[in-house]
């Protein structure tokens, strides 16, 4: 009967000094895959690209190095809020007591002995959480596992980007690989006419070097352009994280869609940024991390009870008279720590107010990054209209010159030239369009992974 009421009386002690609040615990939507906002990249309408995004979440490893992490940052929370729960332990000991000399209790002499000792004790141990101390603590490891997780966001979005742009600038590659092939092969045309013109003393020598020059420039930028494609696909089968991954299937050129873009955004579409979000837990955490220093200097209260069996004999290890049993409380203050904790709080408040800078630090980095995002996109946009304008231009003028031709007022060497100019036309229409392209993707970054339509804002 003895041993239940200590049990009885310790649960109580523990049930009434855990603060109602320990009682939460902290959940995480584990479904991550809602970090690559597959519908934006629907619009597209490329497969290949949508099941690419798809191959990333499952496989790319930056992508599961932050996953990791976040769950990392789980078992932390776990184990402060296990810090604000009691501890019970189990210690037992059994020896053998030698003593070679008397021990002497005033008149009382006792002589030299061996004995066993058999202690059998459960102990539970129990800071009692008054002034909530433990129980910020654990807040503030929240904040921090919020604070990850918004890093874990992140680089969604970043890998995301990354692989979309890369994707994109693989079919530039691809098409500008076949505009330089046919480039190639009218130069080398052109060389032989003009050595043949050359033969019949209809031009100099220096004519007939100069083509061959331009042959030369022509096949060094087609070896420029095959290598940005190797560099580009290896690039991607990393992001794809796949070591079996030997060819990257995409589209082609002329199967690319182009995206709505805003003329301009609204402030508020930073709020979606993760190192905005991360900004504002950091402040939080800080917030509480102040009231933590505070409360450190005040007394702390240790609950302590141990029950068990204390026996000199093994017959008599679970006897009624073994049975031992303690209960107390054991206060603490610190008196003196030379200043320990005084400069712990000044160090969190000077933290406090570096946390405050780095908020508004991020709010302009952030407004700047959706700005430059804007104005690249307008760049693009506008080279694109006068690239187009350009190419439709060199079309006329390829069909002026194929008219000459065939009325006999121009040679097959005009007709090359135009063919030439047509296609180097052609290919800076190509890469303003990918770049627009791309220039979308940024902006869908820049707002922080989200719909950046839903930001426009009206001129």
């Given at each position: 009967m003895?041993i239940f009421?200590?049990l009885i009386t310790?649960?109580l002690?523990?049930v009434?000094c855990?603060?109602?609040?320990?009682?939460?615990t902290?959940?995480?939507?584990?479904d991550?895959?809602?970090f690559?906002?597959l519908d934006?990249?629907?619009?597209?309408?490329d497969?290949?690209?949508?099941?690419y995004m798809v191959?990333?979440y499952?496989?790319?490893?930056?992508?599961k190095?932050a996953t990791a992490s976040?769950k990392?940052?789980?078992?932390v929370?776990?184990m402060?809020?296990?810090?604000?729960?009691?501890q019970?332990?189990?210690n037992?000991q059994i020896n053998?007591?030698f003593t070679?000399s008397?021990?002497?209790?005033g008149d009382v002499?006792?002589?030299d002995?061996?004995?066993?000792r058999?202690?059998?004790?459960?102990?539970?141990t129990?800071e009692?959480?008054?002034w909530?101390?433990n129980?910020?603590k654990?807040?503030s490891?929240k904040?921090?596992?919020?604070?990850?997780?918004?890093d874990?966001?992140?680089?969604?979005?970043?890998i995301?980007t990354?692989?979309?742009?890369?994707?994109?600038?693989?079919?530039?590659?691809?098409?500008?690989?076949?505009?330089?092939?046919k480039l190639?092969?009218?130069?080398e045309?052109?060389?032989k006419?003009?050595?043949?013109?050359y033969?019949?003393?209809l031009?100099s020598?220096?004519d007939v070097?100069?083509?061959?020059?331009l042959l030369?420039?022509?096949?060094?930028?087609?070896?420029?352009?095959?290598?940005?494609?190797?560099?580009?696909e290896n690039?991607?089968?990393?992001?794809l994280g796949?070591?079996?991954?030997?060819?990257?299937?995409?589209?082609?050129?002329?199967?690319?869609k182009m995206?709505d873009?805003?003329?301009?955004?609204?402030s508020?579409?930073?709020?979606?940024?993760?190192?905005l979000i991360?900004s504002?837990?950091?402040?939080?955490?800080?917030g509480?991390?102040v009231?933590v220093?505070?409360r450190?200097f005040l007394?702390?209260f240790?609950?302590f009870?141990?029950?068990?069996?204390n026996?000199?004999?093994l017959s008599?290890?679970f006897?009624?008279h073994?049975?031992?049993?303690n209960?107390?409380v054991l206060p603490s203050?610190?008196?003196?720590?030379?200043g320990r904790?005084?400069?712990m709080?000044?160090?969190k408040?000077y933290?406090?107010e570096?946390?405050l800078?780095?908020?508004?630090?991020?709010i302009?980095t952030s407004l700047q990054?959706?700005?430059d995002a804007?104005v690249s996109?307008k760049t693009a946009?506008?080279?694109?209209?006068t690239s187009?304008?350009?190419?439709k231009?060199?079309?006329?003028?390829?069909?002026l010159?194929?008219k000459?031709?065939k009325?006999?007022a121009?040679?097959?060497?005009?007709i090359i030239?135009?063919?030439e100019a047509?296609?180097?036309?052609e290919?800076?229409n190509?890469s303003?369009?990918?770049?627009?392209i791309?220039s979308?993707i940024?902006?869908y970054?820049s707002v922080?992974?989200?719909d950046?339509m839903?930001?426009?804002?009206?001129?």
């Amino acid at each position: 009967m003895k041993i239940f009421k200590i049990l009885i009386t310790l649960s109580l002690l523990v049930v009434t000094c855990i603060p109602a609040q320990a009682k939460k615990t902290y959940s995480v939507n584990a479904d991550k895959i809602e970090f690559m906002n597959l519908d934006w990249w629907k619009q597209f309408e490329d497969e290949n690209l949508n099941k690419y995004m798809v191959d990333v979440y499952q496989n790319n490893k930056d992508l599961k190095i932050a996953t990791a992490s976040t769950k990392q940052a789980q078992q932390v929370v776990k184990m402060s809020f296990a810090d604000q729960l009691p501890q019970l332990t189990f210690n037992p000991q059994i020896n053998r007591e030698f003593t070679s000399s008397e021990i002497h209790f005033g008149d009382v002499i006792i002589p030299d002995y061996n004995q066993n000792r058999f202690l059998l004790p459960l102990t539970m141990t129990y800071e009692a959480d008054i002034w909530g101390e433990n129980y910020l603590k654990t807040k503030s490891v929240k904040q921090r596992l919020a604070m990850i997780e918004q890093d874990e966001r992140a680089s969604y979005i970043m890998i995301s980007t990354a692989l979309a742009a890369n994707y994109y600038n693989l079919i530039k590659a691809d098409k500008l690989i076949q505009n330089q092939n046919k480039l190639i092969k009218l130069q080398e045309d052109m060389v032989k006419l003009i050595e043949q013109k050359y033969a019949g003393g209809l031009c100099s020598i220096n004519d007939v070097i100069y083509e061959k020059q331009l042959l030369t420039l022509f096949k060094e930028d087609l070896n420029n352009l095959k290598e940005k494609q190797d560099v580009i696909e290896n690039q991607l089968k990393v992001i794809l994280g796949d070591r079996n991954v030997t060819q990257i299937a995409r589209s082609n050129y002329e199967d690319i869609k182009m995206i709505d873009l805003p003329l301009d955004i609204k402030s508020e579409a930073i709020q979606n940024r993760p190192d905005l979000i991360k900004s504002e837990y950091y402040i939080k955490k800080i917030g509480i991390d102040v009231k933590v220093a505070r409360r450190d200097f005040l007394p702390k209260f240790i609950v302590f009870g141990q029950v068990g069996f204390n026996a000199y004999h093994l017959s008599d290890l679970f006897g009624s008279h073994t049975f031992l049993s303690n209960l107390g409380v054991l206060p603490s203050l610190d008196l003196f720590t030379g200043g320990r904790k005084m400069a712990m709080l000044r160090y969190k408040r000077y933290e406090y107010e570096k946390a405050l800078q780095m908020y508004e630090k991020t709010i302009l980095t952030s407004l700047q990054e959706v700005n430059d995002a804007l104005v690249s996109a307008k760049t693009a946009r506008n080279n694109l209209h006068t690239s187009a304008e350009r190419y439709k231009l060199q079309e006329e003028q390829f069909a002026l010159a194929d008219k000459k031709l065939k009325i006999g007022a121009a040679s097959n060497l005009d007709i090359i030239k135009a063919q030439e100019a047509l296609i180097i036309s052609e290919k800076a229409n190509i890469s303003n369009k990918v770049d627009l392209i791309i220039s979308s993707i940024n902006i869908y970054k820049s707002v922080g992974g989200v719909d950046y339509m839903q930001f426009e804002e009206a001129i």
